[in-house]
């Protein structure tokens, strides 16, 4: 049986921000590198961020199930997503975890958490998106193309 093309991501990508997450918050609050105070207005925009994550996330969850392909970046797609959040953003559900992952950083007080985002989108984008990008080309040709000239990478 011949194997299907996919993007060939092999660590979950909510894992990859769980995992930061959890050493930044780790870290941080263990040896008090870039903690502070939490006080009801970073609480309320720590919130905020996490619910806009959530939402943007189970939004860009609908095209998914409406069109009845697989979100999982280690299998292969059937239809090209291009509505819903997907107008907006090629990552919209990347862009979801980011939000989430700040918002509890924040919530958390810890700094190192939101410092770490940052080596994280950077894996993100070259392990992750990068490898999305080139399977959507093969598998989906100038459409996709055309998508990615219209359509950012994030927001």
Same mark, same amino acid.
């Given at each position: 049986m011949e194997k299907q093309d996919n993007p060939g991501v092999r660590f979950p990508p909510p894992l990859m921000f769980f995992l930061s997450g959890l050493a930044g918050w780790f870290i941080g609050?263990?040896?008090? @590198? %870039?903690? $502070?105070?939490? !006080? @009801? @207005?970073? &609480?309320? $925009? +720590? /919130? @905020?961020?996490? !619910? %806009?994550?959530?939402?943007? +996330?189970?939004?860009?969850?609908l095209p998914f199930l409406a069109a009845k392909t697989s979100m999982l970046p280690w299998t292969s &797609?059937?239809? /090209? /997503? !291009? +509505? +819903?959040? #997907?107008? $907006?953003?090629?990552?919209?559900? #990347?862009?979801?975890?980011? %939000?989430i992952y700040t918002g509890i950083g924040v919530l958390l007080g810890s700094g190192l958490v939101i410092v770490l985002l940052a080596p994280l989108i950077f894996i993100m984008n070259r392990y992750v998106i990068a490898q999305e990008e080139a399977y959507l080309s093969r598998e989906f040709g100038d459409e996709y193309l055309e998508f990615m000239q219209k359509v950012r990478r994030w927001l």
């Open positions: 609050s263990r040896f008090g @590198i %870039l903690t $502070f105070e939490q !006080v @009801i @207005i970073t &609480d309320i $925009f +720590g /919130l @905020i961020l996490a !619910v %806009l994550g959530f939402l943007l +996330g189970f939004w860009s969850m &797609d059937s239809k /090209l /997503l !291009v +509505g +819903g959040p #997907y107008k $907006f953003s090629r990552n919209p559900m #990347y862009a979801g975890m980011a %939000l």
